[in-house]
């Protein structure tokens, strides 16, 4: 099962674990996550479901290409990141 | 009078509180929320809850609440845009952006009245006004001012998106409301968010072309103030100068303070509706203290004339700003605080007359909030 870890910034605000989750997309995986945790859901993507404009997910080092839908596909094996973007001050 | 007032800033949240005696001086008693943006802050008289609205940059806008006068918070629900349809085109029209359906920032929060319990408001960027009618245990986008078509033309300010930065609840009449935009003009229901109305007339935008100067829907209050006990009485610091009211928003007056008409906050007596405070800087060009002097501006004729107050304010090399919301006057029209820019913090407790320092080195101060109680009658005359 992809792996999903999130960044230690974050874990301030709401207590992200990482978690082993079903799914075959970002999105399917996010959601596995979220059903869980649904506090996290807020932080990460916005009312539409799309990833908040200062945050960033990546898949094995990679940042995904689809931030609105999710869409990008994920293997068993996948690393998924979610960090939080550089900036601000 | 009231004794306690809240301070929310780019970096925290401090609850600023005189010692026990008469002459005691004013100091920082509490801090929360250390590192974070504290875009606004609430205190309800009704139930004393204390609210406080952040602005993670990263992790997007949320609210907490407090129900021990600050000593523990929890996270509530923050209001959120409902689905985009997928057909939904919308531009802001200055700079042409798409609309996003998502809250920027929690730019201003008031409580329902009394005949309310339970009602809260919330004015959003990227424009949407909010209502809670629980408590804060869920919100909803008040739909018949989002929808309104006059709304789509509302433009950003300041910022990229408009926002509604003031919500006066008629103490009277809670059905009431008035709200003020950047850039939208100032909007008032009688029905509680049923309908609404653009009142601005009067009100002037010099910058704008000829043709439009005098157009109610784009003009740029920069923050519109109510008196509690004559709810008619409103005034407005405006990106153009000051305007008055005294018929409900229906008609406004521009009225000329000294040194300059320029600011972005305004504070009106609760019990007298012709006593109102501004913190001016010197021209929209020259977004600083007009020479180098902080000064408070008190009017108590109505506008006809205005006394510069300093005494007890740096009168020199001073380059503070006062957002909107971080002048506030307590139930009693005694008390006044107001903090900068520069992280700066003054009280007074005579009106304005003298000023005592309380900090120096806050982070930029956005809000500044009386701790309010609950209306035991009429306020100070």
């Known amino acids: 099962m992809p792996n999903v870890s999130f960044t230690p910034n974050i874990q301030r605000h709401v207590s992200c674990p990482s978690a082993a989750v079903a799914g075959a997309t970002v999105g399917e995986a996010l959601e596995a996550v979220f059903r869980e945790n649904p506090r996290a859901r807020t932080y990460i993507l916005d009312e539409q479901g799309a990833v908040r404009p200062h945050m960033v997910v990546f898949v094995d080092g990679r940042q995904v290409q689809d931030r609105r839908t999710l869409s990008d596909p994920v293997t068993d094996q996948a690393e998924i990141y979610v960090a939080q973007a550089l900036s601000g001050g | 009078m009231t004794d306690r007032f809240l301070v929310a800033t780019r970096k925290g949240l401090f609850t600023v509180q005189r010692g026990e005696r008469r002459m005691s001086p004013w100091s920082i008693t509490a801090k929360a929320f250390i590192g974070d943006n504290v875009s606004m802050v609430l205190t309800d008289p009704r139930d004393g809850a204390l609210w406080a609205a952040l602005d993670h940059g990263h992790f997007g806008a949320k609210l907490h609440v407090s129900r021990d006068g600050g000593t523990t918070w929890s996270e509530m629900v923050a209001p959120a845009y409902p689905p985009k349809p997928a057909d939904y085109k919308e531009v802001e029209p200055a700079g042409g952006r798409p609309i996003p359906w998502s809250v920027l920032r929690i730019w201003s929060l008031e409580a329902g009245g009394e005949d309310d319990p339970g009602g809260l408001w919330c004015g959003t960027l990227p424009g949407g006004l909010f209502r809670s009618t629980d408590g804060g245990g869920s919100w909803e986008l008040v739909r018949s001012l989002w929808d309104h078509p006059k709304r789509r033309e509302w433009f950003g300010g300041g910022a990229e998106y408009p926002g509604i930065h003031s919500i006066c609840v008629d103490p009277t009449n809670s059905s009431r409301v008035t709200i003020g935009v950047s850039c939208g003009g100032v909007w008032v229901t009688e029905d509680r968010g049923v309908s609404w109305t653009c009142r601005a007339e009067g009100m002037r935008a010099a910058y704008m072309p000829p043709e439009r100067q005098f157009d109610p829907f784009i003009q740029d209050p920069h923050r519109v103030v109510q008196c509690r006990s004559s709810p008619e009485y409103l005034w407005a610091a405006h990106h153009n100068g000051v305007f008055r009211t005294t018929n409900g928003a229906r008609s406004w007056v521009e009225v000329k303070p000294q040194p300059s008409s320029f600011g972005f906050a305004v504070a009106v007596h609760p019990g007298r509706p012709d006593t109102a405070w501004l913190v001016p800087a010197e021209s929209d060009e020259r977004r600083v203290p007009f020479e180098g002097r902080v000064v408070v501006s008190r009017t108590r004729d109505g506008g006809e004339s205005f006394t510069v107050l300093s005494r007890g304010l740096p009168q020199r090399h001073a380059y503070d700003i006062t957002y909107r919301h971080a002048l506030d006057v ?42 309010r109680q609950r209306d035991s009658g009429a306020a100070g005359q």
């Open chain 2, 330 to 371: 307590d139930a009693s029209g005694e008390h006044l605080a107001f903090g900068s820019t520069t992280g700066s913090l003054w009280v007074s407790v005579d009106q304005g007359d003298t000023w005592q320092t309380v900090a120096e080195h806050l982070p930029p101060v956005y809000a500044v909030r009386w701790v």
